[in-house]
């Protein structure tokens, strides 16, 4: 009976393990898009700044965290992806924000 413990527990951690290494994966690709969308974001704020327009586009963000919601198909998990870009979205602002002082001093 031992046996067929350790031989499940074996199988698990194996589940987890593969299972962990596609995470790893897949959040290298987060990361890499991530990082592409923070230098669009920082061309964005260079246009904003020389319009002298505000950062912030209420608007615009509605219209991104609305087609989030339409993007996912899965309503279990369609507020959780629009409080991740809600945050991106923040992080987005804050960077342009970080940008448009270093450029003043």
Same mark, same amino acid.
């Given at each position: *009976?031992? &046996?067929?413990?350790?031989?499940?527990?074996?199988?698990? &951690?194996?589940?987890?393990?593969?299972? #962990?290494?596609?995470?790893?994966?897949? !959040?290298?690709?987060?990361? !890499? +898009? @991530?990082?592409?969308? %923070?230098?669009?974001?920082? @061309?964005?704020?260079?246009?904003?700044?020389?319009?002298? +327009?505000?950062? +912030?586009?209420? !608007?615009?963000?509605?219209?991104?965290? &609305?087609?989030?919601?339409? +993007? !996912?198909?899965?309503?279990?998990? #369609?507020?959780?992806?629009?409080?991740? %870009?809600?945050?991106?979205?923040?992080?987005?602002?804050?960077?342009?924000?970080?940008? *448009?002082?270093?450029?003043?001093?």
């Amino acid at each position: *009976m031992t &046996n067929k413990i350790e031989t499940a527990i074996e199988s698990d &951690n194996q589940a987890i393990q593969a299972a #962990r290494e596609q995470i790893n994966q897949l !959040d290298q690709g987060i990361v !890499d +898009l @991530l990082k592409q969308r %923070f230098q669009t974001s920082a @061309l964005i704020g260079q246009i904003k700044e020389n319009s002298q +327009l505000p950062v +912030l586009d209420g !608007d615009r963000e509605r219209e991104v965290l &609305n087609q989030v919601a339409q +993007l !996912d198909s899965d309503p279990g998990t #369609r507020k959780y992806l629009q409080k991740i %870009f809600q945050e991106i979205l923040k992080n987005s602002r804050d960077y342009q924000h970080e940008l *448009m002082q270093k450029e003043t001093k």
